[in-house]
């Protein structure tokens, strides 16, 4: 059942200035390939400069798999040309190489193996590689190199002030960590509907499952690509990037004390599966230790709670101490229509449905409710377009259809549409309500139905296609937000810090990994 918002809704519409001033960044992974569609094995280019240290490109599980990560910013139109101005320029240093337009791997022969992501010889370095073996030996390389796009979303002092009273953000932020905490939950319980819109992954190269059965009914095409009717992120699924491996951990987000409690229980807890992997074999580390989570990050999850950090501090810690800052939204699929795949729309519907989710009321969570939600995400990660698809509401004592859930939502997310346009004397975001909603009557107008009838007509080649289409189209477009003396500079200060960092190491490796608290 879609709560009933209306009251907080009412306040929002007389305090439309609220809205004014939030913050966003996007981090956006792609996979390098060849001018044949192969993945690509060549280090990370120099020309960018150290992925270790710079600022906006950088490398994500592996040496091939490119992270563009974009500042933080007030206005999504400003945001994405920064965006763009970075893929521009990557676009004009790659050589012959491209960026792979989908969140599923390109054929990938398993007789060359995934180079894992290098970040030199630091100590905190050789740990981020370390740390990358251990995902590999625990999850498969293949699984790591999905690629997805990450949206950080951070709502104004204002929108606090004038929704729960509070003063600074100093007095208040148990009262903004307990709102973003009530975000969160909302989104477990009604965040099926970004893979509905906004999933992009329905099927996958064979080469892929790498002999592994499935017992999914996967459909073949002439084309070779394996899919799946109805199905809308298979990157959201079992075979993607979820690690249901991590579901018996009974973390919830009810108390920020609670949350953070659970997940350093977490990286303290040792794990029989990875004990019997080992630490090392034959003098060489496996993993950075053998607990069940070797550090915080390697919890999955589709959405976090997240605060920058001080130098040597946990993203626990940083929590603890100055509550929550943002979230950061885990669920999109890169959008293959986009040359740096994502797109406006996308950023204004998230705004409005991450607002909806702070304004409804959202009921404490168990653990086994929370592991619950996820049927309903499920459901619409394999048969989200299929017709007459129900979803289970109030704990599965009942069902509605799909249908009737979506458009409900939307009846909501117009009236914040409505907010949001006020301050700005346009109609931007009730234009994407409008466009958005008839989804849910035409599931053809979805991204995953307009995907997949590209993907069996060409099959993964359309990857290709798409890929070469934006290289020469980014490649031919100037800078327009950045400078090419901005992102020179930067190359050459990020290899200056590696530098410094791999000087001043006083300690050994193994001192180093020693002195870590999850050890």
Known sequence: MIPDVSSALSCLEA???????????????????????SLAQTPHPESFGSALTHKWITTDFAEALLEFI???????????TLLRDIHRYVARHLGDERLWPMSMPCFIDGAHPIELAQYGSSNIGRMKMLYREGLKNRYSALMQVIAGVHYNFSLPLAFWQAYAGIRDEVSGKETISAGYLRL??????????????????????????????????????PSGLIYLPYATSLRLSDLGYTNRSQSKLGITFNHLDEYVRSLK??????????????????????????????????????????????????????????GIEYVEVRSLDINPFSPVGVDEEQARFLDLFLIWCTLAEAPEMSAEELLYTRSNWDRV????????????????????????????????????????????????????????VAGFDYPNLTLSARFLDQLIEHGIGVGLILAND??????????????????????????????????????????????????
């Open 15 to 37: 305090n439309p200035q609220a809205l004014k001033g939030i913050r966003r960044g996007i981090e956006r992974e792609g996979l390098r390939i060849n001018a044949n569609g």
């Open 70 to 80: 974009t500042p933080v910013d007030d206005d999504i139109g400003h945001m994405l």
């Open 184 to 221: 969160i939950r909302n989104y477990y319980r009604f965040g099926w509907i970004i893979p509905y819109l906004f999933g992009a992954s329905p099927g996958i190269c064979p080469s892929f499952l790498n002999g592994r059965t499935t017992d999914l009914s996967f459909e073949h095409a």
């Open 265 to 322: 229980q977490a990286i303290q807890t040792p794990s029989a599966d990875y004990q019997r992997m080992g630490l090392q074999r034959d003098g060489r580390y496996l993993q950075l230790n053998t607990n069940v989570l070797q550090i915080e990050n390697e919890l999955y999850a589709p959405i976090r709670p997240k605060r920058m950090t001080r130098n040597d501090e946990s993203p626990s810690d940083a929590l603890m101490r100055g």
């Open 381 to 436: 990660i394999f048969e989200g377009r299929k017709p007459g698809l129900m979803l289970s509401i109030d704990h599965g004592s009942t069902e509605q259809p799909l249908t009737t859930l979506g458009k409900s939502l939307f009846s909501d997310l117009r009236r914040v549409a409505e907010a949001f346009d006020s301050n700005n004397g346009d109609t931007h975001y009730q234009q994407v309500c409008d466009k958005l």
């Open 470 to 519: 934006y290289r020469q189209t980014l490649r031919s477009e100037p800078l327009e937000v950045m400078k090419e003396v901005q992102l020179d500079d930067e190359r050459i200060r990020s290899w200056q810090q590696q530098h410094a960092l791999e000087a001043a190491d006083s300690l050994s490796f193994d001192e180093f990994l020693a002195s870590q608290n999850w050890r």
